[in-house]
């Protein structure tokens, strides 16, 4: 079984060491790195290969950049002490519809692209 690669990044020096210490004693989970200023994240994701990006803070334009690099990763955002948290992710969708009328087809293409209720944090 592959482990569950994680990578923490700006998290203050407790929590690193809180989070650090609890996931590594979990099996089939592996702390691939950590990283102090997400100024060195897109070249420390590219060499880690995380799974999961655990980023100290809510910040959901950096959620959003790093989705767009690693569309499969998932990002938990945990505020300052750990109080609160967020987890950003883009999930595929399948959906059944059936048979198909004129009308139908029209109206499902116009509400593919209608922006849907995403929420301030995806501005793409």
Do not use: F, H
Not at 30 to 36: E, I, L, N, P, S
Not at 52 to 68: F, I, N, R, S, Y
């Amino acid at each position: 079984m592959a482990s569950t690669r994680i990578l923490l990044v700006a998290l203050p020096r407790m929590l690193e060491e809180i989070v650090s210490d609890l996931l590594e004693s979990q099996r089939g989970v592996q702390v691939a790195g950590t990283v102090r200023s997400a100024d060195q994240l897109p070249r420390k994701l590219a060499r880690a290969r995380p799974d999961v990006v655990v980023l100290g803070g809510d910040d959901p334009p950096l959620a959003a950049e790093l989705l767009e690099l690693s569309p499969r990763l998932k990002v938990l955002t945990l505020a300052e002490e750990g109080q609160d948290s967020w987890l950003y992710s883009l999930t595929p969708v399948r959906t059944r519809l059936g048979a198909l009328s004129t009308a139908r087809l029209v109206g499902i293409v116009k509400s593919a692209v209608r922006p849907r209720a995403a929420g301030a944090w995806w501005n793409r």
